[in-house]
């Protein structure tokens, strides 16, 4: 892939390049250190993939991501050393079109840990993008001591979610009310490192607790359950969360796929489904599976979607009942919440 690289620090274009040309399977397409040259750049010489920085003087990351993805949909990664300090930009930038975040990698020969967290995003867009390469595998992640397992399973609601996601997310879980007896599980493809700035910042935005899925809990009433490992979340037959590193040939951690075939399989009463904005296919077949096993489908419609690309897949294979805009998704469900 022919890479640029959008970065005000030279030590950290350093970095990014070493680990991207290490190796020797990608190039850097060019170099810009501020928004303003980047979008001149980008007009002139269109790369495969672009690596955006927050913080920069001129036209920091989210404005710049948010008129590149104006221009084009070639695909944007957050790089950036400010990741823990700018949750509200990186969700901003996300909702502008951003496919996900990662950590400048340290500068080392060879690549480090963090290096090979950069390399196994690219491998991930250029497998999204139907290009060669691999996902690297993950090692299982550990889950939470078990919860008490609730007499009676809450009615549920379930969102997947990818580009231009958090701030849809938000949209459709604003207007719904504290006090109802429905579960709320999202699955937001997102690195686990930053599922919990995820949780955070959507915890800001709406009048829901949001809190991260661990290992062993239960989904509760009136409470947003996130996805928060690298891992696939699903749901086991006693109705608690788990995490399973199969399927590793799945591009998507965590995918909407495993998470709604295990409802399928073991949550016994049909509830909502949600399919949100998102770059690939993730979501479109387990939507189908659910549609056929009794539960109202619901994805987002092409116009107000960053990337339609997982409602586009739900779509076409049937497993959509109704195609909305955000504003009258979140309607649809308070409507199906008050009967």
């Given at each position: 892939m022919r890479i640029a690289i959008v970065n005000d620090l030279a030590l950290a274009v350093t970095s990014i390049r070493r680990v991207i040309e290490h190796e020797g399977r990608h190039s850097v397409a060019w170099v810009a250190r501020d928004g303003q040259d980047a979008l001149a750049r980008f007009v002139a010489d269109e790369p495969d993939l672009v690596l955006m920085d927050l913080l920069m003087p001129v036209l920091d990351g989210v404005q710049t991501t948010k008129r590149m993805r104006e221009l084009s949909r070639c695909p944007i990664l957050l790089v950036t050393a400010d990741a823990g300090r700018s949750s509200g930009l990186i969700f901003e930038a996300m909702g502008h079109g951003a496919l996900d975040v990662v950590n400048v990698p340290v500068l080392t020969e060879p690549p480090a840990e963090s290096g090979r967290q950069l390399l196994q995003k690219i491998a991930t867009i250029e497998r999204l993008q139907g290009r060669t390469g691999s996902v690297p595998r993950r090692p299982a992640q550990p889950g939470a001591?078990?919860?008490?397992?609730?007499?009676?399973?809450?009615?549920?609601?379930?969102?997947?979610?990818?580009?231009?996601?958090?701030?849809?997310?938000?949209?459709?879980?604003?207007?719904?009310?504290?006090?109802?007896?429905?579960?709320?599980?999202?699955?937001?493809?997102?690195?686990?490192?930053?599922?919990?700035?995820?949780?955070?910042?959507?915890?800001?935005?709406?009048?829901?607790?949001?809190?991260?899925?661990?290992?062993?809990?239960i989904p509760q009433p009136g409470t947003v359950s996130v996805a928060i490992s690298n891992d696939h979340l699903v749901?086991?037959?006693?109705?608690?969360?788990?995490?399973?590193?199969?399927?590793?040939?799945?591009?998507?951690?965590?995918s909407v796929d495993v998470f709604f075939r295990s409802l399928v399989k073991h949550w016994r009463d049909p509830g909502l489904a949600v399919l949100l904005t998102g770059m690939g296919r993730d979501g479109g077949k387990g939507m189908l599976e659910l549609r056929r096993s009794g539960w109202h489908t619901i994805a987002q419609d092409e116009a107000s979607c960053a990337v339609y690309g997982m409602p586009k897949a739900a779509v076409e294979l049937g497993g959509a009942i109704e195609v909305l805009p955000p504003e009258a998704i979140a309607r649809s469900l308070g409507q199906r919440l008050a009967r």
């Open positions: 001591a078990a919860a008490p397992v609730a007499r009676r399973r809450p009615p549920l609601i379930a969102i997947g979610s990818s580009t231009g996601g958090p701030r849809t997310l938000a949209t459709v879980l604003a207007p719904l009310p504290r006090q109802m007896a429905n579960a709320v599980v999202v699955i937001q493809h997102i690195d686990a490192q930053f599922a919990p700035g995820l949780v955070s910042w959507l915890d800001g935005q709406i009048a829901l607790p949001v809190r991260g899925a661990e290992a062993g809990m749901i086991q037959a006693d109705g608690r969360f788990a995490y399973q590193a199969e399927p590793l040939e799945e591009p998507y951690r965590p």
